[in-house]
């Protein structure tokens, strides 16, 4: 079955700090795609990055990078030199190659940048 | 380029009324799904349309809900009669294509009360 989580339930930083939320996936799939998306405190959920299974390669776009690693079942997400704005809850979220286009989300971390 | 389009943005109601959530998808997107986000159960897809044929209905919660797609460019999610727990945000998203990993785009999200 698929599963994913994400153990920080709330994080806060101070401005200028960085921070890594972790997420950590479980499916029966070789193929799959992983995803992040933002929910400022407007509410709507903002797409981040969308990755396959099959492409480890990290990704870098401009304060926020992606570390991938299937060994350990992982795709966590650093904003380096966080700022306010970055204020948000985090939602990871899977989708498997087989059965219905469907995401399965994780709880969500709910990010707090301190001025 | 506009997005998903949802209305209406905030909803009140009273139980036992009937409440109509309104979604346009994005222009060319051929799938559709609403979501519903809550504190105890978090983001679950409610349901999943395909070229307008509903594919997977299997999160609806009860007969008290019913989704249609009359349209490639409307869909609509109903609930009557309304209970209180059924206060939650209601989201509509839309993809490019029907085959799992296509990203998936959220609309702004409606907002229930059932009082």
């Known amino acids: 079955a698929q599963k994913v989580t994400q153990a920080q339930t709330e994080i806060s930083v101070v401005e200028k700090e960085d921070v890594t939320l972790d997420c950590v996936y479980e499916?029966?799939?070789?193929?799959?795609?992983l995803f992040w998306y933002k929910q400022p405190p407007s509410g709507e959920l903002v797409f981040l990055i969308r990755?396959?299974?099959?492409?480890?390669q990290n990704e870098i776009s401009g304060r926020y990078s992606w570390n991938f690693q299937k060994s350990t079942s992982s795709f966590n997400f650093t904003i380096t030199a966080s700022q306010v704005v970055d204020s948000a809850v985090y939602f990871c979220?899977?989708?498997?190659?087989?059965?219905?286009?469907?995401?399965?989300f994780g709880t969500g971390t709910r990010l707090t940048v301190i001025p | 380029d506009a997005g998903v389009i949802q209305s209406p943005r905030h909803e009140v109601t009273e139980m036992g009324q009937e409440v109509t959530l309104r979604c346009k998808p994005i222009?060319?997107?051929?799938?559709l799904f609403w979501y519903r986000q809550t504190m105890m159960r978090g983001l679950e897809l409610l349901i999943y349309?395909?070229?307008?044929?509903?594919?997977?209905d299997s999160g609806m919660p009860e007969d008290r809900f019913s989704a249609k797609m009359p349209n490639a460019s409307f869909s609509t999610l109903k609930i009557q009669p309304s209970e209180p727990r059924d206060s939650a945000v209601y989201f509509c998203?839309?993809?490019?294509?029907?085959?799992?990993?296509?990203?998936?785009?959220f609309g702004e999200g409606s907002w229930l009360t059932v009082v």
């Open positions: 990755r396959n299974s099959f492409d480890e």
């Open positions: 499916t029966r799939d070789t193929t799959y795609y």
């Open positions: 222009s060319g997107h051929n799938s």
């Open positions: 998203a839309s993809s490019p294509q029907g085959f799992s990993g296509n990203t998936i785009y």
């Open positions: 979220a899977l989708s498997e190659a087989t059965g219905a286009n469907n995401l399965f």
């Open positions: 349309f395909n070229n307008n044929v509903p594919i997977d």
